[in-house]
């Protein structure tokens, strides 16, 4: 006979079977629970890259910092302004601007002309107009090059027998060029923005100069020497202005093989006589305390972190930028989209008020006091951004925030604007430049774009003749002497 179980064992049994059992479930549970959750994680994760894909996919012009140049034919147009009403052209009592008569002294040439007979009756017709009907044609001459030979004697002593050459009379160029052609050279590239080979061409159609690459080269480089000096005494000048604009772009400088150029950035820093331009190998605060030195004063910039060595009380952020982020906002989401029109609301109320003040309608003392609400509505609205659940807004609004006083500069400061415009118009002729001849090859091309930017850009602030000056510093570089000083004139320093 089979022996029984006692019952106690036979539930104790059952009570270990299920117990396992249910340490089983717990463990596929939770292994369950963990699968869930990290698929849930992933997924998450795969949603905010696909956000940040397609607020990157989106950006253009409007609402990022990307050039207009880069905008896809799907980017939605600028808002338009509304019809004035006006036909196009000059408006009725608007001042016209017409070409004056050059006085008698500055006319080469004067020739009479005198009706031989009578419109009316034919007759002919005799005497002087004592105030003749004046009409001036100005022309430009056929344009050709002066070659000039130096025929150098050697000739040998009579008593020692040594040979002795001639020397070049003083001023004269040891190379093939004059310094007026050696200035045009560096005036095509630095101003007309023409490219090496373009130059070539160039000379060789208006002036009949046969020039090679290589010899083009060679004569910037000359020019690049002759300036330096004052180029360098310029930059000292930027370091000691009150106010000053900077703005970087991208640059290329080294061999043109494919994969071997070296990036690199080309900064500008403006003030209000003298600009100067400067190419370096960084973009961050290396290359910002490269440009501009020991400088104190107020300086006007976007929100690049290069720029946060400066104290945020002497900075000045753009607001151009802001604007542009403001409108990114109101494109990135439904949660953002109405802190991002409020903000835009906020800053085109500044700016309408601003505009009053530069056209002396407005007094500043006024508008600051009108500035105050708009500020506290824009600093409550970024801190409503910095919560709002889109974490690309949030994030920039916390970056904004902390620049808070530098949004604000303009306003207590006479002579800062409150964009970046001015630095972003002067770099604008280089980056036409760098597009054209794609950068530099060399640090000695490089030293050459920045010196003659710098000598164009102020020149021009100061109303001075760029072609007389390169001319000039020329000149001096071959008898030793230094270029004419970029700083402008003490008339000029004081009436700032």
């Known amino acids: 006979m089979e022996r029984e179980e006692p019952a106690g064992d036979i539930h104790a049994s059952c009570r270990q079977i299920i117990a396992a059992l249910k340490a089983e479930n717990d463990e596929l549970r939770h292994q369950l629970h963990e699968g869930v959750t990290g698929q849930q994680k992933q997924i998450d994760a795969l ?23 880069s905008d896809p034919p799907s980017t939605p147009p600028r808002a338009s302004k509304p019809p004035s009403g006006r036909q196009p052209g000059g408006q009725s009592g608007h001042e016209g601007y017409h070409r004056p008569l050059l006085p008698p002294d500055q006319v080469n040439e004067f020739v009479v002309v005198k009706p031989g007979r009578c419109r009316h009756c ?21 344009l050709a090059a002066q070659t000039t030979e130096y025929q150098r004697h050697r000739l040998r002593c009579d008593g020692c027998g040594h040979a002795t050459l001639a020397a070049l009379p003083e001023g004269v160029s040891a ?25 070539e061409e160039l000379l060789s159609d208006a002036f009949g100069v046969s020039i090679s690459l290589g010899s083009v080269v060679a004569a910037q480089q000359a020019v690049s020497e002759a300036v330096a000096a004052s180029v360098e005494e310029a930059k000292a000048y930027v370091e000691h202005q009150p106010v000053a604009y900077a703005d970087e772009t991208g640059w290329k400088e080294g061999n043109a093989t494919p994969g071997r150029r070296k990036k690199a950035w080309l900064w500008v820093a403006v003030t209000r006589w003298v600009t100067v331009f400067l190419i370096h190998a960084r973009r961050g605060t290396e290359g910002a305390r490269a440009l501009l ?46 802190i991002g029109a409020a903000l835009l609301r906020q800053a085109q109320k500044m700016f309408s008020l601003w505009h009053r003040v530069r056209d002396g309608t407005l007094a500043r003392s006024t508008f600051r006091i009108y500035l105050g ?51 972003e118009r002067t770099v604008r002729p280089a980056v036409l430049y760098r597009k054209g001849c794609f950068g530099t090859q060399s640090a000695a091309g490089s030293r050459f774009v920045e010196r003659i930017f710098t000598v164009v850009a102020t020149l021009r602030q100061q109303g001075r003749n760029v072609m007389d000056y390169l001319t000039i510093a020329c000149a001096r570089a071959q008898v030793g002497k230094r270029a004419p000083s970029l700083l402008p004139r003490p008339s000029q320093a004081a009436a700032a």
């Open 47 to 69: 949603k905010t890259e696909i956000a940040l894909l397609k607020a990157r996919l989106n950006q253009n012009s409007r609402n990022s910092s990307k050039p207009p140049s």
């Open 122 to 142: 034919r007759k002919p017709l005799k005497g002087e107009d004592p105030d003749p009907v004046r009409h001036q044609v100005t022309e430009l001459p056929e």
């Open 175 to 199: 190379g093939a060029f004059g310094p007026r052609l050696q200035a045009m050279l560096a005036y095509l590239s630095g101003q007309a923005h023409l490219s090496k080979r373009q130059i």
């Open 293 to 338: 030195g020991r400088f104190a004063g107020h300086l006007v910039t976007d929100r690049w972190n290069a720029y946060n060595a400066w104290p945020v009380r002497k900075r000045q952020i753009c607001w151009a930028h802001l604007i542009r982020d403001f409108v990114g906002f109101m494109e990135r989401g439904k949660r953002s989209a109405p």
């Open 373 to 423: 609400p708009i500020r506290r509505r824009v600093e409550r609205l970024l801190r409503r951004g910095s919560r709002c659940g889109e974490s690309k807004t949030e994030g920039m609004c916390v970056m904004i925030l902390k620049l808070a006083p530098a949004l604000w500069t303009f306003a207590r400061v006479e002579g800062v604007e409150p964009t970046n415009n001015t630095a």
